[in-house]
């Protein structure tokens, strides 16, 4: 069965950074895309990056710049680093993959929340 | 980037209804449209793919049509378990986005 289990989530004042990991089972990161995506209280869904099996990312302009998404293929999770974190940030992020084109995996989320 | 427009952006119905929910993408996307159900606190299921491919395990009672710019889900006989709030995404290319969803509320 597969299982994805964010983790790192919690409150942080802006400009501030955190790390959220996904740690997978049932499931090989480095061989499938995984992607971020969060929502924000009472909103909808955006997407907010993805890593190819062959290691290609790519970002939202909200976070291109700031965000870092990666993978430890030995440990079988996947990372989102946040830098310079801002309000507009808050939010439940999920790890999910990507199959096809469509997010067919997800985790139950891990709440950030950007505020002083 | 594409843009989705779901209507309605919600809707009241009964048990045993039929619910339909339109998405429309600003640019034609063939037939890379998805759609999710959430419900609250959880995270989003994937329901179809490819437009109108049926993900394993979701009940048949949910189907998908549509292709470019206009696509519908559809469910054929509402159940007590199918209220939530449905989104769907375009997979066409990137950056993915969402439509801002459909609650399917208990009329």
């Known amino acids: 069965e597969v299982q994805l289990v964010e983790t790192g989530g919690g409150l942080i004042q802006p400009g501030g950074s955190l790390r959220l990991s996904c740690a997978a089972s049932?499931?090989?990161?480095?061989?499938?895309?995984m992607s971020w995506v969060r929502q924000a209280p009472g909103k909808g869904l955006e997407w907010v990056s993805v890593?190819?099996?062959?290691?290609?990312?790519y970002y939202a302009d909200s976070v291109k710049g700031r965000f870092t998404i990666s993978r430890d293929n030995s440990k079988n999770t996947l990372y989102l680093q946040m830098n310079s974190l801002r309000a507009e940030d808050t939010a439940v992020y999920y790890c999910?993959?990507?199959?096809?084109?469509?997010?067919?995996?997800w985790g139950q989320g891990t709440l950030v929340t950007v505020s002083s | 980037d594409i843009q989705m427009t779901q209507s309605p952006s919600s809707v009241s119905a009964s048990v045993g209804d039929r619910v339909t929910i339109t998405c429309r993408a600003s640019?034609?996307?063939?037939?890379?449209l998805a759609w999710y159900q959430q419900k609250p606190g959880k995270a989003p299921k994937l329901l179809i793919y490819?437009?109108?491919s049926l993900q394993s395990g979701v009940p048949s009672r949910f189907s998908g049509s549509g292709s470019g710019t206009d696509f519908t889900l559809t469910i054929s006989s509402l159940q007590p378990e199918d209220f939530a709030t449905y989104y769907c995404?375009?997979?066409?290319?990137?950056?993915?986005?969402f439509g801002q969803g459909t609650k399917v509320e208990i009329k």
């Open positions: 890593i190819y099996s062959g290691g290609s990312t």
């Open positions: 640019q034609g996307i063939s037939s890379w």
């Open positions: 049932g499931f090989t990161v480095s061989s499938n895309y």
């Open positions: 995404q375009q997979a066409n290319s990137f950056p993915l986005t």
């Open positions: 999910a993959s990507l199959t096809y084109r469509k997010f067919d995996y």
């Open positions: 490819a437009a109108s």
